[in-house]
């Protein structure tokens, strides 16, 4: 069986993947909205609607990582033993980095300088 067979014989759960992602997503709301609520007098200069762009931004890209780890367990943890705990440890090290920089991303120029 060959790489090509192996992948295009599976199918994709999709309920898996949009749980994994909404709960990505999630996580990155949860993170961003405590931070957010934490400042309690923003500068002038970032304007009246500073906090959307970290609203919209930081949880897309934790929902990016969310996908990131469903397809990170599709190709290596469906073989079980040392590849699916490499899997495990890819991914969660994978959605950190992808929440790290969602929150980098949705606080610069306001709080990220």
Known sequence: MTLQNNFTSRPIDT???????????GIGLAIILFLITATKNPKPEWGQFWM?????????????GGLGTYFMEYIL????????????????VGFIIS????TVLGLNGTLWN
């Not at 033993?81 to 495990?88: F, L, R, T």
């Open 99 to 102: 929440l790290w920089l969602g």
């Open 52 to 64: 959307i762009k970290p609203l919209l931004i930081t949880p897309l890209v934790a929902a990016g």
């Open 15 to 25: 309920r898996s993947l949009i749980t994994r992602m909404l709960v990505g997503a």
């Open 77 to 92: 943890g469906y073989q079980g033993g040392w590849s699916k705990i490499i899997a495990v440890i890819i991914s969660i």
